[in-house]
């Protein structure tokens, strides 16, 4: 006669609920896409600093840089082309000035040096990496700060840039666009919302430029889709402590097509180190 010993469920499940927790959880872990922005004001400046040596501790799949600010086919200390990634860089005409690079784990299917028009392509502020039917680009929109002059160019820009971005998404492609834009979106974007109504960056018609991205042409802001608190800054001013009274601007975006809104998971910006006047955003997908 064979004895029977009758199991409850969860004793005799229990191992076998381990092994799929446990195979969730890794494809979890595969699943996530890291990818950090940052604009190092000088790429070397921000190599002193210990830029690097913090890359080489995130595991980031993707990071774009902006505002290099040198001719990076001229330079070849190692420390500029970390291990385990590729690297690319769109380099400006005039040296010491702007520029875009992207490190990534895998080799692209794909590489984009120009937008097309001479403002971006000649100051080096387009870099795009395609993957299947991923594409991540590092642009540096131009700033304003120095006159009328260079804030109608920076006008200039947008306009040109609204149509390009309009036929990206037409391609029905997954977008991260990475990228100090220079122009803060909402009143929970700047400290100091009202006194800078009049200064390049927070103007008027350069947040109405975002509104038209954002809520007409399509594009998502990954960072406020999953943090939508406030004093969340990523530009500081050298000028009255502003970095440790934490008086800044957010004007360094990931922004998305909208088929990778429900991808975002979670988004950050890192500020235990100063490496620049801005801080890296880390951004995490589900791709």
Same mark, same amino acid.
């Given at each position: 006669? %064979?004895?029977?010993?009758? %199991? #409850?469920?969860?004793?005799? &499940?229990?191992?076998?609920?381990?092994?799929?927790? @446990?195979?969730?959880?890794?494809?979890?872990?595969? =699943?996530?896409?890291?990818?950090?922005?940052?604009?190092?004001?000088?790429?070397?400046?921000?190599?002193? *600093?210990?830029?690097?040596?913090?890359?080489?501790?995130?595991?980031?799949?993707?990071?774009? @840089?902006?505002?290099?600010? =040198?001719?990076?086919?001229?330079? /070849?200390?190692?420390?500029?082309?970390?291990?385990?990634?590729? #690297?690319?860089?769109?380099?400006? @005409?005039?040296?010491?000035?702007?520029?875009?690079?992207?490190?990534?784990?895998?080799?692209?299917?794909?590489?984009?040096?120009?937008?097309?028009?001479?403002?971006?392509?000649?100051?080096?502020?387009?870099?795009?990496?395609?993957?299947?039917? !991923?594409?991540?680009? +590092?642009?540096?929109?131009?700033?304003?700060? +120095?006159?009328? =002059?260079?804030?109608? !160019?920076?006008? /200039?820009?947008?306009?040109?840039? %609204?149509?390009? @971005?309009?036929?990206?998404?037409?391609?029905?492609?997954?977008?991260?666009?990475?990228? $100090?834009?220079?122009?803060? /979106?909402?009143?929970?974007?700047?400290?100091?919302? *009202?006194?800078?109504?009049?200064?390049?960056?927070? !103007?008027?018609?350069?947040?109405?430029? !975002?509104?038209?991205?954002?809520?007409?042409?399509?594009?998502?802001?990954?960072?406020?889709?999953?943090?939508?608190?406030? $004093?969340?800054?990523?530009?500081?001013?050298?000028?009255?402590?502003?970095?440790?009274?934490?008086?800044?601007?957010?004007?360094?975006?990931?922004?998305? #097509?909208?088929?990778? *809104?429900?991808?975002?998971? +979670?988004?950050?910006?890192?500020?235990?180190?100063? &490496?620049?006047? /801005?801080?890296?955003?880390?951004?995490?997908?589900?791709?």
């Amino acid at each position: 006669m %064979t004895a029977f010993v009758q %199991t #409850s469920e969860a004793e005799w &499940f229990r191992p076998y609920k381990t092994k799929i927790a @446990l195979i969730s959880w890794f494809r979890y872990i595969a =699943a996530m896409f890291k990818v950090i922005t940052f604009n190092a004001n000088g790429i070397r400046s921000a190599a002193r *600093k210990g830029f690097y040596d913090w890359v080489l501790k995130q595991n980031a799949d993707v990071i774009c @840089l902006q505002e290099t600010r =040198a001719q990076m086919q001229n330079i /070849h200390d190692e420390i500029f082309y970390p291990e385990g990634y590729f #690297s690319f860089f769109s380099n400006p @005409l005039k040296k010491g000035y702007s520029g875009v690079g992207i490190y990534c784990k895998r080799k692209p299917d794909n590489l984009v040096t120009e937008l097309g028009f001479e403002l971006a392509d000649e100051e080096g502020r387009y870099l795009q990496v395609d993957f299947g039917k !991923l594409s991540i680009a +590092s642009i540096y929109i131009p700033s304003g700060t +120095s006159g009328e =002059a260079r804030q109608a !160019l920076k006008m /200039h820009f947008l306009k040109e840039y %609204t149509e390009i @971005l309009r036929r990206q998404l037409a391609e029905k492609r997954q977008f991260i666009i990475c990228g $100090d834009v220079n122009i803060v /979106h909402k009143e929970i974007d700047i400290k100091n919302w *009202k006194s800078n109504q009049k200064n390049s960056g927070c !103007l008027p018609e350069e947040r109405a430029w !975002l509104d038209l991205i954002f809520e007409q042409v399509g594009w998502v802001d990954a960072f406020r889709v999953v943090n939508k608190k406030p $004093d969340q800054y990523t530009w500081w001013s050298h000028f009255g402590r502003a970095y440790e009274r934490n008086v800044g601007w957010r004007i360094d975006y990931q922004i998305v #097509s909208s088929n990778l *809104k429900n991808k975002i998971k +979670s988004a950050e910006i890192y500020k235990e180190q100063k &490496f620049s006047d /801005h801080a890296p955003v880390i951004i995490q997908y589900e791709l």
